[in-house]
């Protein structure tokens, strides 16, 4: 019996990236691969990528060079692009980069297997269509153990097209998965050890799956879930303001499993820029948005995305947006400068001064750190219940994560991963908190 291949796999980007690359991974076990750590000792090497961050086709260009001496030292190594990258550049990236075999996009991954066979007999593939059937339908249904968290992925693609945006080019138009499946592949995650599922979507709470009684909401979805004995924490992401419905802001006051951490990016505190954007809310609707929700639950910990230079943002603009962080006073925030993406309506605008970018961004995240560092410190001396995930650098020491997403490191020596205890938050780092068993 041959040994098996051996399969790296490096991923990009956001959280749906992650959950990519384990049915990458997945899909090519069903072909005799098992994952390894480290480059160096692959057959085959996958590079996941995120088309969201800046330059991001160049950066792959840059990894796909520093691949060029493995591929000399080992002609068998076998190298591939994947996700967004590998869609909006296609065949491009096959002309430029002799060292790859194989270029996929995110819907077709299912066929990995049928592109890796090829690339067996020497051939080149290529594959970003947006084909009819269900990817996650023609999935390898594997059942290893797994640790206490995972991602489920609900709802791909994107119909906003904001201006700034690639994804409804890169992962194509909203599409939400039935209803049934996605409580039956939660359910087999329970068993297979997961207490805590994150819904995944480019704009998951736009969700409406098929369901039994007609077509279900995101909230309708979570509160199925939250009657699957043994998941005991739900959460979600990354939302859109114009589908926060009635139901899903009821569920966030109703549902004790849906834990109080919500990502909602704004993007500008400027109408005007809102407007260029192709937002369609208002500074105004947020906020009104933002009090609807701490109604319903009042420790809800607020994160949210930022771009700061977007072309002909002003001072004046800029300075709404800091007026709406003092409004909202998250709890955690991304932020960053804005860069133009090749076929985006926003590329082809006059674009702002590198420095003018430079000078934002850094009063943003000024501003945004201030107030993380305040909500981490008001935590100290609070109950809070904690997720172990896994052990930490001390001796007897388990990392895991609070209801609200907080990294909190605890003296646990007879604590397991999958372990939930309420834990006294006694001290505050950079971005964690220390606590102990109550």
């Known amino acids: 019996m041959s040994a098996p291949r051996k399969l790296f796999i490096k991923t990009y980007g956001c959280q749906m990236n992650v959950y990519d690359s384990e049915r990458m991974a997945e899909a090519l076990g069903a072909s005799g691969y098992v994952t ?21 086709s160049e950066k792959v260009f ?36 002799p060292v790859v ?47 206490p968290t995972a991602f489920l992925t609900v709802q791909e693609g994107c119909d906003k097209f904001c201006a700034f945006c ?50 279900w909401s995101l909230a309708r979805l979570v509160r199925e879930l939250a ?34 951490y919500l990502h909602l990016p704004v993007q500008s505190g400027s109408d005007r820029i809102l407007k260029a ?27 949210g995305d930022f771009i700061v230079g977007f072309p002909v943002e002003t001072e004046a603009d800029f300075q709404a947006t800091m007026a709406l962080v003092r409004a909202v006073n998250y709890g955690q925030a991304y932020s960053f400068k804005y860069s133009a993406r090749p076929g ?15 000078d934002r961004l850094q009063r943003l995240q000024a501003l945004l750190s201030d107030q993380q560092r305040a909500a981490q410190e008001a935590m100290v001396g609070r109950e809070v219940g904690v997720l172990f995930e896994k052990p930490g650098r001390m001796p007897g020491q388990m990392v895991g994560k609070s209801d609200h997403l907080h990294a909190v490191h605890v003296t646990a020596p007879d604590q397991a991963a999958g372990d939930i205890r309420r834990v006294r938050i006694t001290a505050s780092a950079a971005n964690s908190l220390a606590g102990e068993l109550v």
Not at 285 to 297: Q, W
Request: glycine share 6%; with cysteine; charged share 35%.
């Open 36 to 56: 390894t750590e480290r480059a160096e000792d692959a057959d085959m090497i996958l590079l996941n990528t995120c088309h969201i961050r800046e330059k991001a």
């Open 62 to 97: 840059s990894e796909l060079g520093r691949l060029k001496p493995l591929k000399a030292a080992n002609p068998d190594l076998k190298i591939g692009v994947a996700g967004c990258v590998a869609q909006a550049e296609g065949a491009e990236i096959l002309r430029r980069a």
């Open 101 to 147: 075999d194989l270029v996929v996009g995110p819907q077709t991954y299912h066929r990995l297997p049928a592109m890796e066979a090829e690339i067996r007999k020497g051939k080149r593939a290529l594959d970003t269509d947006f084909p009819a059937e269900d990817k996650f339908d023609h999935l390898p249904r594997t059942r290893p153990k797994r640790g």
């Open 166 to 215: 690639v994804v409804p080019y890169t992962r194509g138009a909203e599409v939400s998965r039935p209803a049934d499946r996605l409580l039956g592949e939660a359910r087999d995650l329970v068993e297979r050890g997961v207490r805590e599922i994150t819904l995944l979507g480019q704009n998951v709470n736009a969700y409406h799956g098929a369901g039994p009684d007609g077509d």
């Open 227 to 260: 009657r699957i004995d043994g998941l005991e924490r739900i959460r979600y992401t990354t939302s859109h303001p114009n589908d926060m419905s009635d139901d899903l802001i009821a569920a966030h006051g109703e549902e004790a499993k849906l834990m109080p």
């Open 277 to 303: 954007m192709n937002r369609k809310h208002t500074a105004d609707s947020y906020l009104r948005l933002i009090e609807r929700l701490r109604r319903a639950r009042p420790d809800l910990l607020l994160s």
């Open 344 to 358: 985006t309506p926003a590329a082809e605008r006059p674009q702002l001064p590198t420095e003018v970018l430079d």
